[in-house]
């Protein structure tokens, strides 16, 4: 009786693991060794421009010479002191800030307009516009800006990244408000409002996030442009990519020099990207789903 009593209160043998929860720890591994190698591929040309931008030019190109060695900041120093890169800088924020909230005061009410009247050909030239490479139209954009006078100024550089953030912000922003439900607008113009009153008091205000989106990468895009610049600029108008490029001669080229430049020029748009990361996400998922 006893024997019988103990074999059963003998607690029973654990389950093993259903197959379906193993397939998700398997899936789960696999998304985070993918992920790990994804952001290793990115990050490491990243950390390798960061260290050389401390290293001597007799550093940078020793092979043997890894991430421990004594840094230096003669680099920072040099570039500072010719004063070209802040120049430069001034020049690239100046155009991108003025071609961005222009490109947005244009893009983000036409986008509305198109998303909410469904105007499907509207949209199509708006595509078209984005496909068109920006280098065919080059030569006859220097003819005519040269004829007008504006080779050289800040005006040329603004209109010429309009021509790609304006597209830019329309075909991202025209998703977002036909995401938007309808019936706010519609009860904002029964209290009396206009169409107009409508879009600026009600939708305007709700695509925040994606026009926080959409302006980031156009600003992204003109801080990073540089076939505009080396054709429409001079010394005086010269924004960064086109400095960058000095660095490099037929002779030799100052490595030092060009990664600490490169490491200044990358610094505000990394610190833009993370300080507006909650508005990104919000503004690239917000446009997924409709109503």
């Given at each position: 009786?006893?024997a019988?009593?103990s074999?059963?209160?003998?607690?029973?043998?654990?389950p093993?693991?259903?197959?379906?929860?193993?397939?998700?720890?398997?899936?789960?591994?696999?998304?985070?060794t993918?992920?790990?190698?994804?952001?290793?591929?990115?990050?490491?040309?990243?950390?390798?421009?960061f260290?050389?931008a401390?290293?001597?030019?007799?550093?940078?190109?020793d092979?043997?010479?890894g991430?421990?060695?004594?840094?230096?900041l003669d680099?920072?120093?040099?570039?500072?002191?010719?004063?070209?890169?802040?120049?430069?800088?001034g020049?690239?924020?100046?155009?991108?800030?003025?071609?961005t909230?222009?490109?947005?005061?244009?893009?983000?009410?036409?986008?509305?307009?198109?998303?909410?009247?469904?105007?499907?050909?509207?949209?199509?030239?708006?595509?078209?516009?984005?496909?068109?490479p920006?280098?065919?139209?080059?030569v006859?954009?220097?003819?005519?800006f040269?004829?007008?006078?504006?080779?050289?100024s800040y005006?040329?550089?603004?209109l010429?990244?309009?021509?790609?953030?304006?597209?830019?912000i329309?075909w991202?922003?025209?998703?977002?408000?036909?995401?938007?439900?309808?019936?706010?607008?519609e009860?904002?113009?029964?209290?009396?409002?206009?169409?107009?009153?409508?879009f600026?008091?009600?939708?305007?205000?709700?695509?925040a996030?994606?026009?926080?989106?959409?302006?980031?990468?156009?600003?992204?895009?003109?801080w990073?442009?540089?076939?505009?610049?080396?054709?429409?600029?001079?010394?005086?108008?010269?924004t960064?990519?086109?400095?960058?490029?000095?660095?490099?001669?037929?002779?030799?080229?100052d490595?030092?020099?060009?990664?600490?430049?490169?490491?200044?020029?990358?610094?505000p748009?990394?610190?833009?990207a993370?300080?507006?990361?909650?508005?990104l996400?919000?503004?690239?998922?917000?446009?997924?789903?409709?109503?």
């Amino acid at each position: 009786m006893s024997a019988t009593v103990s074999r059963a209160a003998r607690p029973p043998a654990a389950p093993h693991p259903a197959p379906r929860a193993r397939g998700r720890r398997t899936g789960a591994w696999l998304r985070g060794t993918a992920i790990t190698i994804v952001m290793l591929v990115f990050a490491l040309p990243l950390v390798w421009m960061f260290a050389a931008a401390f290293k001597t030019n007799v550093q940078v190109t020793d092979p043997s010479v890894g991430l421990w060695f004594r840094p230096t900041l003669d680099n920072f120093r040099s570039i500072v002191e010719a004063g070209q890169i802040v120049r430069s800088m001034g020049n690239s924020l100046l155009v991108g800030v003025v071609s961005t909230v222009l490109s947005a005061v244009i893009a983000v009410p036409a986008a509305w307009a198109v998303g909410r009247f469904n105007m499907h050909r509207t949209g199509s030239l708006i595509l078209v516009a984005r496909i068109v490479p920006a280098i065919s139209l080059l030569v006859p954009w220097y003819y005519l800006f040269a004829r007008m006078g504006l080779v050289g100024s800040y005006t040329v550089l603004v209109l010429s990244h309009m021509f790609v953030s304006v597209p830019l912000i329309m075909w991202i922003m025209i998703s977002f408000f036909a995401g938007l439900p309808v019936e706010l607008e519609e009860a904002a113009r029964t209290d009396g409002l206009s169409a107009f009153g409508a879009f600026w008091r009600i939708s305007l205000p709700l695509a925040a996030p994606g026009t926080a989106t959409a302006s980031l990468l156009a600003f992204v895009f003109s801080w990073n442009n540089f076939m505009f610049a080396l054709v429409f600029a001079d010394d005086r108008t010269q924004t960064v990519p086109v400095t960058l490029f000095n660095f490099i001669s037929y002779a030799s080229t100052d490595w030092g020099g060009l990664m600490a430049a490169a490491t200044l020029i990358t610094v505000p748009v990394v610190l833009a990207a993370v300080l507006g990361q909650k508005y990104l996400v919000a503004g690239l998922t917000s446009g997924a789903t409709k109503g």
